[in-house]
């Protein structure tokens, strides 16, 4: 099969079109021919030499994509050959084909392409764990996730409000502004024109903040929030080493916490997709919130995809199409 790899840490450039032996499915997984495979910022990372894959996992970038089964390993009892399913992917997306557990399959939601599909594993689970599973986000309270563009942030504000929050986000330019509006967000700060904990203070703090952003961001994040806020780290992208002053934590109760998706257990990631299925999938079938498509790139132009990511001109999900 065809795949891309990381012939060598470095920039986008890196990548490169190779053939790979097609995958076997292992007791519990299912093999997918790839229809469109997601672009995420981990893939950059990975490509840069700084996010190994856990053990045993593929070395192809990769971690979400869309497409039909083609195999089904011992143990699979719920997923049948021919199936059309999205999937969270310990790896090797960039491919014809691969395997991932079966567990971690969704199906395709009404009215969904492939390609549209393709852009909701890494995302979906992303933001549900983080916002709703480990940083409990309830109806009515302020919710503010940075680079509100993003997929993760377009995510996020869609799920956020779909579930009662009141929704504030950051972006970059006036026109990531307006489409995060556009989205469902309350309010979008232009963060090269105001001061984000400026205008959350003047709404009384957020309740939960998602950040991806890191470094000079941790200690405004902190002073943005309310009393007994809570802030919720998925990605340092400004660097994770900064001088906290620590003071108001305990006396304004405030919790600091995160979580990386990819490292976790098999398990976890199952119950995560259980959530996804009970939670989310339902807003998904009937239109209420849908994922938001910037560009789309053919396999072999991987490379172009990953500069369009690092470049943040972008506003939703990248995908490349495989098949």
Known sequence: MQAVEITKPGGPEVLALTERSMPEPAHDQVVIKVAYAGVNRPD?????????????????????????ITAIGTGVTDLSVGDQVCALLPGGGYAEYVATPAAHCLPVPDGLTLKQAACLPETFYTVWSNVFMRGGLQAGERFLVHGGSSGIGTTAIQLAKAKGARVFTTAGSDEKCAACVDLGAEQAINYREADFVE??????????????????YIQRNLQALADDGRLVQIAFLQGPKVELNLVQLMPRRLTMTGSTLRPQSDLAKARIADQLREHVWPLLNVGTI??????EFALADAAAAHARMESSAHIGKIVLKVA
């Open 44 to 68: 950059a990372l990975q490509r840069a030499g700084l996010y190994n894959p856990p053990p045993g996992a593929s070395d192809l970038p990769g971690l979400e994509a869309a497409g039909e």
């Open 199 to 216: 205008t959350m203070k003047a709404e009384g703090g957020a309740d939960l903040i998602l950040d991806m952003v890191g470094g000079p």
């Open 290 to 295: 849908a994922p938001v498509m910037d560009q």
